[in-house]
């Protein structure tokens, strides 16, 4: 709707993870090099936590692009899944037709493929979104996939992501074998005050930006002050003020206008 009025090419504050719009904050540059490191030198497990929005998907695709065609990834968003359809899942998300198979064929299957893999030279990376939401159960198949190897190599490495609650999952006694095995770990914090003017100016110069939408210094505090640097919220937040500034032709985004737009999102009319 304000794409024309500001000129934009296409909407800044979209929340959808899209890895062109990736700000690297200095955090967000070290989440990335810590999952690309512990998967160039095959470290087994990678674990990357953060808050709610902080960027984690974000990250992770970014980290996608950069592997190339050297790797075979497979991708997991839901994993509220049974042991057994967890294997298939991880089978079908690397290409492999499990249909109608059991959970032993399908980890035969899956093997067959991690070693074929191999023998090309190619790495493969499992990556478990929102790892917070795994069984103890699941955790332990987790692990057990972990275990498929020849005699100088892991045939898969595994990235978990989550929220804080991760790390507190994986300190259970019952789950030390497979903290054991996480040697890699990155936790992920929001944005500070100033990373977050920076964030704001960024999305808009890829979306198009020249100089408008403009948001002024009291308007960013009162945007740090509500998202404390969360970057969903943020953008959560910031779409509401373009969209302000369009229904009053105003370029400048300004300290009321934020209040207005946090109180629309909120569902509060008054002030």
Not at 162 to 185: A, F, H, K, M, W
Request: net charge neutral; hydrophobic share 40%; with cysteine.
């Amino acid at each position: 709707m304000y794409l024309d009025f500001y000129g934009l090419s296409e909407p800044p504050f979209t929340i959808a993870p899209n890895p062109r719009y990736l700000f690297f904050s200095a955090k967000h540059r070290e989440a990335l090099n810590h999952l690309l490191y512990g998967i160039r030198e095959r470290k087994g497990f990678v674990q990357l936590t953060g808050e709610v929005g902080a960027g984690k998907t974000t990250v992770c695709r970014a980290m996608l692009e950069q592997l190339g065609d050297n790797f075979a990834t497979a991708l997991i968003l839901n994993p509220v899944l049974t042991p057994e359809q967890l294997v298939k899942t991880v089978a079908m998300e690397f290409g492999l037709d499990v249909r109608g198979k059991d959970r032993l064929e399908t980890l035969s299957e899956l093997n067959q493929f991690l070693l074929r893999q191999a023998e090309q030279r190619r790495d493969c990376v499992l990556i478990i979104d929102e790892a917070q939401n795994l069984s103890t159960e699941l955790l332990e198949q987790v692990r057990l996939l972990s275990n498929l190897e020849t005699d100088d190599r892991k045939l898969l490495q595994i990235v978990l992501m989550g929220q804080p609650e991760l790390r507190d999952r994986l300190n259970d006694y019952s789950l030390r074998q497979l903290r054991q095995r996480i040697t890699v770990r990155f936790h992920l914090e929001s944005l500070n005050r100033a990373e977050l003017g920076q964030y704001i100016h960024h999305r808009l110069h890829v979306s198009g930006a020249n100089g408008a939408p403009f948001f002024t210094r009291p308007a960013l505090w009162r945007i740090f002050n509500y998202t404390k640097g969360i970057p969903r919220l943020v953008n959560a937040v910031c779409d509401k003020c373009l969209l302000s500034g369009f229904v009053n032709a105003r370029d400048e985004i300004s300290f009321g206008m934020v209040g207005t737009s946090i109180r629309e999102l909120e569902g509060r009319i008054a002030a």
